[in-house]
């Protein structure tokens, strides 16, 4: 499919007016809505622009080239871009396991470094929030950082001394994707998940798997904030529902613990924002981790929905610069 970007003019490597004068630019492809930030070397945001995701392939390189232009002209400079894209890249690097799903088999970093005329680094927007996290976030300064994305589904990202580790497969982190461990009677052997196995962690901790367990046990359909509000004010089963949640949480992540053994884990994701949600979970973690203490420190994010679209951002270091 040729698509407007691919002329002879647009060589993809082609790199006019080369500088860079410490500002780095993200871009959060979302399902919904792209974000875009420039970013500088200190961390501060200098520019943020959104723009409405168009459900379509050449739609949305063009939406990302539009959103890079505009931050550029903005910020009076040529800036690296990193992407964070809702998925993953085949060896060939062509978009896999994308819930948008028009991006799906094809090679969008090819794409857009034709429609931007330079290289353009991509990364799963778990991953994506991990490194925002352990950059300059809730997990800065530790050596292993693993960040979980609690939300609509559930994933993870793994940065070791400031590099994120995506494996050969591109699904390190995937965490969401694993059988619940240690399973109780009642809840074995657990709920198909779209990937087409029985009892994923996904089934268990997303958001809307919270709010259908709470609905199945009480015949009452209600939000996650709702069941948290009546949890507040002494409502048994939304306590009891918050309680399991907790003790879900802590046997998945001591799994995580029990092999990949990290310095901190960061929460993030829409339930990420359960009242006290680390310091729940934390006292809960040693009955399943393999060990006689845990020294891992749960913690909440910092930099909340701006995570990943910093964390695209910082795909591109300051000494990595291609400019």
């Known amino acids: 499919m040729r698509v407007p970007w691919e002329t002879p003019a647009t060589s993809r490597l082609a790199h006019a007016e080369r500088r860079y004068s410490g500002v780095r630019i993200g871009i959060d492809l979302g399902g919904t809505k792209i974000e875009g930030i420039a970013l500088t070397d200190n961390g501060d945001i200098a520019e943020r622009r959104r723009v409405a995701t168009p459900r379509d392939y050449v739609g949305s390189v063009e939406a990302v080239g539009n959103l890079v232009d505009a931050l550029e002209q903005a910020t009076a400079t040529r800036c690296s871009v990193g992407v964070g894209i809702p998925g993953a890249l085949t060896p060939e690097g ?7 799903t028009w991006l799906i088999g094809n090679p969008l970093g090819r794409d857009l470094e034709a429609r931007l005329s ?26 292993v950082v693993f960040g979980v994305i609690l939300g609509t589904g559930v994933g993870g990202g793994i940065v070791v ?15 969401g994707h694993n059988p619940l461990p240690w399973m109780f009677a009642d809840e074995y052997p657990g709920r198909s998940c779209y990937c087409g196995k029985l009892g994923c962690i996904e089934t268990f901790l997303s958001g809307p798997a919270f709010e259908r367990h709470f609905a199945e046990k009480t015949r009452i359909t209600m939000s996650g904030p709702a069941i948290v509000d009546s949890a507040a004010q002494g409502d048994p089963p939304a306590r009891e529902a918050l ?22 884990i960061v929460l993030g994701g829409g339930m990420s924002n359960l009242p006290l949600l680390a310091e729940s979970v934390t006292p809960l973690i040693p009955r399943y981790v393999f060990s006689n203490s845990v020294r891992t420190r749960i913690v909440q994010n910092q930099h909340g929905d701006s995570s990943g679209v910093r964390g695209a951002a910082w795909l591109w270091p300051a000494g990595e610069q291609p400019f």
Do not use: Q, T
């Open 118 to 143: 330079r290289p353009v680094r991509l990364m799963n927007d778990a991953n994506c929030f991990a490194i925002s996290e352990a950059a300059d976030g809730a997990g800065v300064g530790a050596d």
């Open 243 to 264: 309680a399991r949640y907790h003790n879900l949480l802590a046997r998945a992540l001591a799994s995580v613990i029990n092999i990949l053994d990290p310095d901190v």
């Open 161 to 175: 001394h400031g590099r994120c580790i995506a494996g050969p497969n591109s699904v390190a982190g995937e965490w």
């Open 94 to 100: 062509l978009v896999k396991n994308a819930n948008s």
